[in-house]
């Protein structure tokens, strides 16, 4: 069970960092999710699929804020991770990030989990 960090990305008001859990990559989003912060998320979530890693765990307990730009970055990453045989998780949301997957379905698309640890149980 590899539990290193294996990278990290920040930009303003979002860092991000991954690291590999099993078959797994956790991906960690911390702050805000917006037009402006995007891509410091997307970069690495299609890093993972492309090595190899098509089962994401997007520990969003950290993440303070997702606008529609940000679904969009998830729900991308679900479909290139559903190309490849895996999926996207996302653990521990916070009620004001829930509520943007809430209001536009896309909790439908999603596994969710209460916690990380739930999302990791494989």
Same mark, same amino acid.
């Not at 069970?1 to 990290?8: F, I, K, L, N, T």
């Not at 739930?118 to 494989?122: C, I, K, T």
């Given at each position: #069970?590899? *539990?290193? #960090?294996?990278?990290? =990305? ?7 960092? !991954? ?5 797994? =990559?956790? $991906?960690?989003?911390?702050g805000e999710l917006d037009h402006h912060t995007a @891509? $410091?998320? *997307? @970069?690495? &979530? @299609? *890093?993972? $699929?492309?090595?190899?890693?098509? *089962?994401? !765990? ?12 940000? &679904?969009? !970055? &998830? ?5 290139? =991770?559903?190309? @490849?045989?895996?999926? !996207?998780? &996302?653990?521990? #949301?916070?009620?004001?990030? =829930? ?11 999603f596994t969710l989990h209460d916690s990380l640890d739930?999302?990791? $149980?494989?």
């Open positions: #069970m590899d *539990r290193g #960090m294996v990278g990290s =990305a920040s930009k303003g008001r979002l860092q991000v960092e !991954v690291r590999h859990h099993g078959a797994s =990559a956790v $991906v960690t989003p911390a @891509e $410091v998320l *997307r @970069e690495p &979530l @299609e *890093r993972c $699929v492309e090595g190899g890693r098509a *089962r994401l !765990v997007v520990d969003c307990s950290k993440l303070e804020f997702c606008d529609s730009t940000g &679904l969009n !970055v &998830l729900l991308g990453a679900r479909l290139k =991770a559903e190309a @490849e045989g895996g999926g !996207v998780h &996302l653990a521990g #949301m916070q009620p004001i990030v =829930a509520r943007v997957f809430e209001i536009t379905g896309a909790e439908a698309v739930a999302a990791l $149980v494989e």
